[in-house]
């Protein structure tokens, strides 16, 4: 990223026509094309500040060498569990000012054609990050709404290959039924009870249980039209020094980038009990 409103294009093919055919040495018009929409979303700082008293750097802890290393390491890692929960969210970009925090759009916020399973009450968003999709009541995640997504994706011209959902939704997946025999003995005496990759005829996908999803939301992503740009990198800084003890603060700028909002997948509204 650039600048704090990071844009990029996004562009559709045309339909597919059978009279692309023309006479051999005859002269050629050029036509006109419509112009690739242009779509953006806010960064986000991501800021967190640890604090370590002049005592606890002298000490000599068990197992650790500085506290404040330790901390550092620590609070970085809660960062990004932030990032990726900001990532699946269900909110709309805000542009921020003198007070009010920049908001990038999560993934609730742009995925809005192949969505499935929208439950009563439920609206799709817009599509660019402007506005959060309305959830509606929620029914069981199923195996039809899953494979009625995966063709509706398939006939917008995407490639899926992974599938995010919590770990309740993954539980029902591994009931998926199928030319499978997921639950016999494995080599070695094993007992193999999972969903590794998933083939229908609209492709296949690999199922990634994630920590930091909405547990209503499966989503269907094709990863390569996924992106993070950052505008700072992750850094930890030093603060200034205001009594007996040291401040440190790890802080980056980033935001999500859906590259075309039909290349990824939304199963909405799934029951979470």
Not at 21 to 48: C, L, M, P
């Amino acid at each position: 990223a650039t600048n704090t409103l990071h844009e990029w294009m996004t562009d559709t093919l045309r339909a597919a026509v059978d009279s692309n055919a023309h006479i051999e040495g005859d002269d050629t018009t050029a036509e006109a094309r419509a112009s690739a929409s242009r779509i953006g979303n806010y960064t986000q700082v991501f800021k967190n500040a640890v604090s370590t008293s002049g005592t606890d750097s002298a000490l000599n802890l068990a197992g650790r060498d500085k506290l404040m290393s330790y901390e550092i390491v620590k609070v970085a890692q809660e960062q990004k569990l932030d990032m990726e929960m900001s990532i699946f969210a269900n909110k709309a970009r805000v542009a921020g000012n003198s007070t009010t925090a920049r908001v990038m759009g999560g993934l609730g916020s742009f995925v809005a054609t192949n969505v499935t399973n929208v439950g009563t009450g439920g609206a799709n968003p817009t599509g660019n990050g402007t506005n959060a999709r309305t959830d509606g009541t929620q029914t069981a995640f199923s195996q039809a709404d899953f494979d009625l997504c995966m063709q509706s994706m398939w006939t917008e011209g995407s490639k899926p290959d992974t599938v995010y959902l919590s770990a309740y939704q993954q539980n029902l997946a591994l009931g998926f039924v199928g030319n499978n025999n997921q639950r016999a003995n494995g080599s070695g005496g094993k007992v193999e009870n999972l969903l590794s990759v998933y083939l229908t005829p609209w492709g296949s996908v690999t199922f990634q249980p994630a920590r930091q999803i909405r547990s209503r939301d499966v989503y269907i992503i094709e990863k390569s039209k996924l992106a993070l740009a950052s505008l700072r990198p992750m850094k930890n800084q030093e603060l200034a020094k205001t009594g007996d003890n040291e401040k440190r603060q790890v802080v980056c700028e980033a935001t999500l980038v859906v590259r075309n909002e039909k290349a990824l997948g939304l199963i909405a509204d799934c029951s979470t009990s």
